[in-house]
Nanobody, 126 residues
Framework: VQLQAFGGGLVQTGGSLSISCATC????????MGWFRQAPGKEREFVAT????????GYADSVKGRFTISRDNARSTAWLQMNSLKPEDTAVYYC????????????????????WGQGTQVTVSS
């Protein structure tokens, strides 16, 4: 089942942007969701993760306090709210998912994620 990411675009430094990820997996509340990003010439890196229950989240140090991950299982959607954006946040953002055996597990490890979206470009101008 494919994931689809939406909402990327161009924003100025200090601005905000929200991107979303739709998953059609049934039942839709069984997956751990994550956001990763890849800038040109760099490795894909972890950004944020949320448990299937929505109760547990995790963030990369570089985005902690600025980004917020959330989900609505009834709508099969996860969001990444990005505030106080910086030029170094410019990247293609990917949503990803894997089956969560337990309701509160999360993961920052890219290798745990088995399903990936196509990516959405976020560009922060200086």
């Amino acid at each position: 089942v494919q994931l689809q990411a939406f909402g990327g675009g161009l924003v100025q430094t200090g601005g905000s942007l929200s991107i979303s990820c739709a998953t059609c997996r049934r039942p839709c509340n069984t997956d751990v969701m994550g956001w990763f990003r890849q800038a040109p010439g760099k490795e894909r890196e972890f950004v944020a993760t949320i448990s299937r229950s929505g109760a547990v989240t995790g963030y990369a140090d570089s985005v902690k306090g600025r980004f917020t991950i959330s989900r609505d299982n009834a709508r099969s959607t996860a969001w990444l709210q990005m505030n106080s954006l910086k030029p170094e946040d410019t990247a293609v953002y990917y949503c990803a998912a894997f089956y969560g055996r337990l309701p509160h597990i999360t993961s920052q490890d890219r290798s745990n994620y088995h399903r990936w979206g196509q990516g959405t470009q976020v560009t922060v101008s200086s």
